[in-house]
């Protein structure tokens, strides 16, 4: 058999050590030109250590003790106790060496006839420079195997002394989380029945203070929407490795014989530019899908802030009468429209347009919606029940329970409980009352909402996370296949649910139940790490955020929204003329940029403190591009610290100018530097012409800026 594997695209290498009927990742980072072909395994290999084991001991693409990791296994599991410890051997390798993308891929299939496994290993690396691992283990034998564990593993180098997570709660997902990588273990999981508002989006290591623009670094993403684990781990050796897999309980997979678990898709990014250039590559990867929304964005409303649960057709006529008035495209009615659901207490399950509220049905309401030229879409909580529901009522056997039928219901959360969509009765009536709502009204989007942490998810006695998630995800491809033209968002209190799982059948997702700009500076940053904007929803909310009762001028909310799919949520029939007049402008400058916005290459600018940002989307060709410069808090300085522009051109001329006017409350006179001052008085007379070199090694000043206020720039090239 071959001794080596060498995958490559632009900018990224990986190669295999194939000897010893084993598979260990020699190198996965840098790309090795040609010369990567070329490297003999053999000369990496690292000496045995003193009073260890007597062979050298790389670390294996699925590590496990008998092939000398002391570690955390990649794989784990037993048969009542017995094959506890696998070794498995490297029987094929396949490569596909270039398909018409560019891709490439390297197909492994190990066995240990000891413990009756075979374990398929499919490695792509994409055009793009993503990394998919696919594996799955099948059990050979002629007893059950309990899984345990199968983990997705990769090496980093030594060199990477840093590790980022990140975390979060309710409407404030998504914050890093950074720390030096010491030897053990630092694992993140996740135990709520779905993704989880503190989910780690990556698990990621990196050279000494990397950042957005500089430093090496190595991140890995599980695609998975159930419980699930990520850690970083330094072995006593030295050898450091990333990994992620789902979090499986005892008795959750047994596998008869012939059976076969499928661990879910694990996505890795190198980037030699930080975390920019992680980022380029899962954006330009999802941007790439056959079914990665490709018409224009469009604006939404959405009532949920606006209204509540009051349904009022008078009151959502006038709604949507004051949207299309503003350029807003879609209009979507949240929550409240079906039998009982006049608060969060009652009605889940019960998916039927009430009577009470609604006595012609939705029609009237979708029909003045489409009369004004705008998409119909609705909030529906599909995998939910309350118990103070019909369906609970005359189906209590569809309340998962973690005992059983019959046995004790877990804790209510938002009143709420889990409807066991293992049970296949329970899954054909929520299909089909979709499936009727979609063919009866012209629904366009759907708002799938998932609003509880499901512990203790069981299935006739046993731990169901991970069928329940696939019985979601098969609700989600049969009501797509039946329904192709509608659009689907992935909602769970705000930003539960955000990761590739789920995102290969949906079209978005609700990044956090917080409209407070402020707090979606950061959300929205680090949401962006793997998810590109045109996937992320992110609206105008009132003034006052109804989550931290922070006041936020117009400007910023709009500005902040913009690097979104695009929206509002907000009782629009109130606005004053001036509100009416700046929403309109950036609505406007929204549809005017939004195929560069949802196209172009995300940048960050890493500042030299943390009390502002700047962030932008330049183009591929590089001719234009959009940047923010925002005040977070107070600075220490007097004044900010110019912007350094990245992602240019460095031998264009560009004309720099503002997106929109800049907001009389957002910088006080003296604050503004004076070729600002000259683009607000002059428009595009006033812009001034800098070189792109100029731009990205010395910088404009930026305004001093009362904090939560930013200012938007153009950058085109002349
Ligand atoms: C969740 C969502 C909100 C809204 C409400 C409706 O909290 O995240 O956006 O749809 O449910 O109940």
Redesign the pocket.
């Known amino acids: 058999m071959i001794d080596r594997v060498h995958l490559r695209v632009p900018g990224v290498s990986l190669l295999l050590d194939t000897r010893d009927a084993d598979v260990r990742v020699a190198h996965w980072g840098a790309d090795l030109g040609q010369h990567g072909d070329r490297l003999d395994p053999a000369v990496l290999t690292a000496s045995a250590a003193h009073s260890a084991f007597d062979e050298p001991a790389p670390v294996s693409l699925i590590p496990q003790p008998a092939r000398a990791w002391r570690g955390t296994p990649g794989i784990a599991g037993d048969r009542l106790g017995r094959a506890f410890s696998s070794r498995l051997v490297l029987q094929d390798v396949s490569v596909e060496r270039q398909d018409d993308a560019g891709s490439q891929r390297a197909g492994l299939v190990l066995t240990d006839e000891a413990s009756a496994l075979r374990v398929d290993v499919e490695l792509t690396l994409d055009a793009t420079g993503l990394l998919l691992i696919d594996q799955r283990v099948t059990n050979t034998g002629d007893d059950v195997y309990a899984v345990a564990a199968l983990d997705t593993t990769l090496p980093v180098p030594g060199q990477a002394t840093e590790s980022l997570d990140l975390t979060g709660r309710w409407a404030r997902e998504k914050h890093p989380q950074r720390r030096r990588i010491d030897q053990g273990t630092w694992t993140r999981t996740g135990c709520h029945g779905r993704t989880g508002h503190d989910s780690t989006l990556v698990i990621a290591a990196g050279t000494p203070g990397f950042g957005w623009q500089h430093g090496e670094v190595w991140a890995v993403h599980l695609g998975w929407s159930g419980d699930h684990s990520s850690r970083v781990e330094r072995a006593g050796d030295g050898q450091t490795v990333l990994a992620v897999g789902e979090l499986l309980r005892p008795g959750e997979v047994e596998l008869a014989p012939g059976e076969t678990y499928v661990a879910p898709t694990a996505y890795a990014a190198y980037s030699a530019h930080g975390l920019d250039g992680v980022s380029s590559r899962f954006h330009e990867w999802l941007r790439s899908r056959d079914r990665h929304p490709s018409s224009p964005r469009p604006v939404v409303l959405?009532t949920?802030e606006a209204v509540y649960f009051n349904h009022d057709l008078t009151v959502l006529t006038q709604l949507a009468d004051a949207a299309a008035d503003l350029g807003v495209e879609r209009f979507v009615l949240?929550?409240?429209w079906f039998l009982g659901r006049r608060n969060?207490t009652r009605g889940l399950g019960d998916w039927f347009v009430d009577p009470d509220v609604w006595p012609q049905g939705l029609t009237p309401l979708i029909d003045h919606v489409k009369g004004k030229g705008m998409q119909f879409g609705l909030?529906v909580?599909p995998e939910m029940i309350n118990e103070d529901s019909d369906v609970a009522r005359e189906h209590p056997e569809w309340i998962a329970r973690p005992n059983g039928a019959g046995g004790r219901l877990s804790l209510p959360w938002r009143h709420q409980q889990v409807l066991d969509l293992v049970d296949p009765d329970a899954w054909d009536y929520v299909y089909a009352r979709l499936d009727a709502l979609l063919s009866e009204y012209p629904i366009d989007y759907l708002?799938w909402?998932q609003?509880r942490d499901q512990v203790e998810l069981g299935h006739e006695g046993r731990a169901s996370t991970h069928e329940q998630t696939l019985a979601v995800y098969r609700l989600l491809d049969a009501l797509r296949a039946a329904h192709p033209g509608v659009e689907i968002e992935s909602?769970?209190?705000?930003g539960a649910r955000v990761d590739l799982g789920i995102l290969q059948r949906t079209d978005r997702v609700?990044a956090s139940?917080t409209n407070d700009a402020l707090e979606r500076q950061s959300i929205q940053r680090w949401t962006g790490l793997v998810l590109p904007p045109e996937l992320v929803g992110s609206h105008v909310g009132p003034g006052t955020s109804h989550t931290t009762r922070r006041t936020h001028d117009l400007s910023f909310r709009a500005i902040t929204a913009l690097f979104g799919h695009f929206g509002i949520e907000w009782d629009v029939r109130t606005l004053t003329d001036a509100e009416r007049s700046q929403l309109s402008a950036a609505i406007r400058f929204y549809k005017e940029n939004r195929a560069l916005l949802h196209s172009g290459r995300a940048v960050r600018i890493d500042r030299p403190d943390y009390t502002d940002a700047a962030y932008g989307t330049v183009s591929h060709d590089c001719s234009r591009a959009v940047f923010v410069y925002a005040a977070l808090a107070t600075s220490p300085n007097e004044l900010p610290a110019r912007l350094r522009f990245a992602g240019l051109d460095a031998d264009r001329d560009y004309r720099v100018g503002l997106g929109l006017p800049l907001d009389p409350h957002a910088a006080e006179g003296r604050g503004v530097p004076p070729w600002l001052r000259a683009v607000a008085d002059a428009g595009a007379d006033g812009a001034p012409v800098v070189s792109g070199r100029a731009l990205m090694q010395v910088g404009l000043p930026m305004p001093g800026l009362h904090p939560e206020h930013a200012v938007l720039l153009t950058v085109s090239a002349v």
């Open positions: 959405n949920w949240d929550d409240g969060d909030w909580e708002k909402d609003n909602c769970s209190s705000g609700w139940d």
